[in-house]
């Protein structure tokens, strides 16, 4: 990800659309699928405020960060104890 917190795509389905990822019949952009859809953290927050007013938009960023920095201090506790840490198996016996 880019480090920003908004995300399209996730939660509670609210309408479905589709559109070609492809770009126009013979198109010659070359760059891999990730960059030509990439939609830049501002811009997704600009959508998402559209299509949920700002009312509903706040209160599910509210609800999201919120989420988020949970999230996030309960990694940052799992790193420091080291207790949910196991060294990678070093053979197929190991693994099963």
Do not use: N
Not at 15 to 20: C, E, H, N
Not at 26 to 35: F, L, M, N, V, Y
Not at 75 to 89: K, N, S, V, Y
């Amino acid at each position: 990800g880019d480090g920003t917190k908004v995300s399209l795509g996730l939660g509670r389905p609210t309408r479905a659309t589709s559109q070609s990822l492809g770009g126009p019949y013979g198109s010659t952009d070359a760059r891999a699928i990730e960059e030509r859809t990439w939609v830049p953290s501002e811009q997704r927050m600009r959508m998402l405020r559209s299509a949920m007013g700002d009312a509903g938009f706040g209160r599910a960023l509210l609800q999201h960060l919120e989420e988020c920095d949970s999230i996030q201090r309960s990694r940052a506790q799992c790193e420091e104890d080291g207790e949910d840490q196991l060294p990678m198996p070093t053979s197929m016996r190991e693994a099963h």
